[in-house]
């Protein structure tokens, strides 16, 4: 190990308690995505935090109960921002957990949102603050928290605008929950919900059977022509997951209703998904039958593209200076806010945070060390960063 290593290592060493400190603070705040008043109450805490140490914070308005924190340092500087990504919000309403539900035991921290993803809030403010005690200016640092990440931003526009503070950034870091398998993330898919509702019409099954028009077979004809249209080896899946119709067994049911979740790997594949369900739900094998569809909510692809290889491979050669094997690209099948970061066309990693497991459960957990080791890797990748490395 070198002797920049070995100051970047010492650096985080020195800030070890207050680290697991701040981490403690925020896991003992319980608020849950739809509990606005906690959550922005959060949000001003975190703004509080990072204006304490030189940031300036500001928050905007998303059009809903929810703003998101916007905090940039160093806007002086002549490169381009570089950007971190990240929300406050935890599946756990307040309430849930005792009160203090911080604890450690063997090596792993536990409490809501340990994980999922309050460790890497910690760990973005470190890097920012043991990049800026080692003397970094070249490039102006910029951190946009959310706090409705866990419900998908329904109702709000800061999916809109994480796009929007993208742009024009050099490249991204989104502390999403670090994974146990020992990869990072360079690509997610994206996914888009459906619902179709069928009508028909109703009647005795025994005696007004032909003037009948049965709504759940109509839609069984959907399901399959949707199911078809998954393609494994393109990365696509529409998966039909819930389903309603029909009163009793001796009458025709004169409506069903569906929710479908698609997943695919390029953005393309999402319209081109939705002209085939319009299509299918115009066309009903049911006689005397109509559908209704809607896509009520969707998130873009992050796709796979060198860039994000590029800076998986900058972080492996921070890694491997550090003694710590490379990691892998993983492109994992859920969502998170990089989707969106992604229509800035700017190179992201993602799942940069503390490694840790069981996120959205009362088992939720992640690991100690990690907090440390992942600080000194991201500090050393940012000092390898210049414009031309991506």
């Known amino acids: 190990m070198g002797e920049l290593q070995e100051t970047i290592k010492d650096k985080v060493a020195s800030y070890h308690e207050d680290m697991i400190e701040y981490w403690k603070d925020l896991v003992n705040y319980q608020a849950g995505s739809k509990e606005a008043e906690l959550i922005t109450a959060l949000l001003q805490k975190v703004a509080d935090r990072f204006t304490k140490e030189g940031f300036t914070a500001t928050m905007l308005d998303t059009s809903c109960a929810i703003p998101m924190l916007r905090a940039t340092l ?22 849930s957990y005792p009160d203090q539900p911080f604890r450690i035991e063997d090596g792993k921290v536990y409490g809501p949102g340990c994980a999922d993803m309050k460790g890497g809030v910690v760990m973005l403010l470190y890097v920012i603050k043991i990049l800026t005690d080692l003397g970094y200016k070249d490039h102006p640092f910029k951190v946009v928290l959310v706090g409705d990440e866990e419900t998908t931003h329904v109702g709000s526009r800061a999916d809109q605008m994480l796009a929007e503070e993208a742009k024009g950034c ?3 870091f989104n502390m999403e929950t670090g994974r146990m398998n020992h990869v990072l993330t360079v690509a997610r898919k994206g996914c888009m919900d459906v619902w179709v509702k069928v009508h028909g019409k109703s009647g005795h099954v025994g ?38 119709g029909g009163v009793v ?25 939705k002209t085939a369900i319009r299509a299918i739900c115009e066309h ?3 006689p005397n039958t109509r559908a209704e569809v809607e896509f009520p909510t969707e998130m873009p692809v992050f796709e796979k593209n060198e860039g994000n290889l590029n800076l998986l491979a900058l972080y492996n050669e921070s890694a491997a200076e550090f003694g710590i094997e490379p990691f892998g690209p993983y492109h994992p099948g859920g969502c998170s806010d990089a989707s969106y970061l992604a229509k800035a066309g700017i190179p992201i990693l993602d799942s940069l945070g503390p490694e840790g497991d069981h996120a959205h459960t009362m088992q939720e957990y992640a690991v100690l060390d990690s907090l440390f080791t992942r600080t000194a890797m991201l500090v050393r990748t940012i000092l390898k960063l210049t414009d031309v490395t991506l």
């Open 170 to 172: 050099l490249c991204a």
């Open 284 to 286: 009903l094998d049911v």
């Open 249 to 273: 067994s001796n009458a025709v049911p004169d409506f069903c209703r569906i929710e479908a979740d698609c997943r695919v790997d390029y953005n393309k594949d999402l319209e081109e998904l």
């Open 207 to 244: 005696n007004a059977y032909t003037t009948s028009a049965n709504a759940i077979e109509a839609m069984a004809g959907i399901i399959t022509k949707m199911r078809a249209l998954t393609d494994l080896e393109k990365g696509r899946i529409v998966s039909t997951d819930v389903i309603s």
């Open 74 to 95: 160093g806007d002086d500087r002549q490169g381009k921002p570089i950007l971190f990504c990240g929300h406050v919000d935890t599946v756990f309403p307040s309430g």
